[in-house]
């Protein structure tokens, strides 16, 4: 599923969900090296280096978490919405 993250310095890299868990996420973004390993605790993900960030899925109006987001489908990123998730 493609994606778009936003970090907390107002950076936003696009990437592309390779494998997901419902505490774990592998993505591919466009100009790194590797894949990131992000980590979910609570409602927040995190980066490798304890950043917290946030998703925008296709067909969503502006940054959400991605708490109810852990098992997002395609038909998930169509109804999700800032604040809820489709489960």
């Known amino acids: ?25 592998r ?10 390993e992000l980590r979910r605790t609570g409602s927040n993900w995190f980066t490798e280096n304890g950043e917290e960030i946030r998703f925008e899925f296709l067909g969503t109006s502006g940054f ?9 489908t395609v038909s998930d990123a169509v109804a999700y919405r800032a604040g809820s998730a489709v489960s």
């Open 1 to 25: 599923m493609y994606t778009l993250i936003s970090y907390p310095v107002g950076v936003v890299i696009e990437g592309v969900i390779v494998s997901r868990t419902r505490n774990r996420m």
């Open 27 to 36: 993505v591919v973004a466009a100009g790194m090296p590797d894949a990131l």
């Open 64 to 72: 959400a978490s991605a708490a109810g987001a852990c098992s997002p």
